[in-house]
């Protein structure tokens, strides 16, 4: 192994499409199966899938439609 390493000539990695940031999430059960089953038929990881569903409902500025009774 090298002592130093020149990165001068270095890229940014093409395929990284954004930054992510780790965290930690309180999400029911029932909500978690559903995500897990979605990914057993479209072969994507349910933590993908969660991604996919909120990064949708930003882009499109969803509204959360609920009503407490």
């Not at 930054?19 to 059960?29: A, C, M, P």
């Not at 979605?38 to 930003?58: F, M, R, V, W």
């Amino acid at each position: 192994m090298r002592e130093e390493y020149d990165f001068s000539n270095a890229k940014k990695n093409p395929y990284v499409k954004g930054k992510k940031k780790q965290i930690t999430i309180n999400i029911d059960e029932v909500t978690i199966d559903y995500f897990k089953n979605k990914a057993e038929h479209t072969g994507i990881p349910y933590q993908i899938l969660i991604n996919l569903y909120l990064s949708d409902c930003a882009k499109n500025n969803r509204e959360l439609q609920m009503s407490w009774k």
